[in-house]
Each structure stands twice: as C-alpha cells, then as structure tokens.
Nanobody, 124 residues
C-alpha cells in the first residue's frame, strides 16, 4: 500500500502563491508517477499536473501551465505543487495521487492511491 498526505492549503488573495506538499510513504517502489488533481464544488475532479516518480518528466493541464510547478524531493519522498498567480478559478480541494500503471495518465481513474485532499481558496 501507499499512503499520501497533503498539506499546505489555505486562503490566499488573487495573484498570490501557495505551495502544496504531498508526503508519500509505504511501498513507494511501486509508484510510477504522481499527480495533482483538483475538484471544485459541483465539478468533476480534474487533472492539474503530474511527475514521474523518477523525477524525469513533468506534465501540466493547459489551465495551469506557466503558473504551477510540480516537483519532487527524493530524500523526503515528498511531491510539491508550487502555485503562483492564483485566481479565484483555482479554488478547489486539491488531491495528490499515485499511479502504479507504468505510464503517466491524465484521467483520475488511472490513479491507484489518493490523499485526503487540502482546500485551496483564492479570494478576489
């Protein structure tokens, strides 16, 4: 099993920044890639960014490209999502997820393990 714990969410004004963290534990050797997703009220969970567990290769949704950066700290087994130039449209619960499928996938259904989520609220 793999355990994921997100942190770093909160309330920020439009134009501000937040950094989310996802602490990964358990059988990390089975992980192929990590992803960040978000879900706003009344909307489906959507892909935000992904990174291979090896650290080679990052992927972003068009809506966050150039504003968000996904990264990984090997020593800490932690994945980060640096979010800059935030807007109210970024308000959502943010989840990290792990896939063992052997490829980076966008649909949430392709991920096997999920964290509990962390709320990000951007005020205008």
């Amino acid at each position: 099993q793999v355990q994921l714990v997100e942190s770093g969410g909160g309330l920020v004004q439009a134009g501000g920044s937040l950094r989310l963290s996802c602490a990964v534990s358990g059988r990390t050797f089975i992980i192929y890639a990590m992803g960040w997703f978000r879900q706003a009220p009344g909307k489906e969970r959507e892909f935000v960014a992904a990174i291979r567990w090896s650290g080679a290769g990052t992927f972003y949704a068009d809506s966050v490209k150039g504003r968000f950066t996904i990264s990984r700290d090997n020593a800490k087994n932690t994945v980060y999502l640096q979010m800059n130039s935030l807007s109210p449209e970024d308000t959502a619960v943010y989840y990290c997820a792990a896939t063992v499928s052997g490829r980076v996938v966008v649909p949430a259904t392709g991920y096997d393990y999920w964290g509990q989520g962390t709320q990000v609220t951007v005020s205008s």
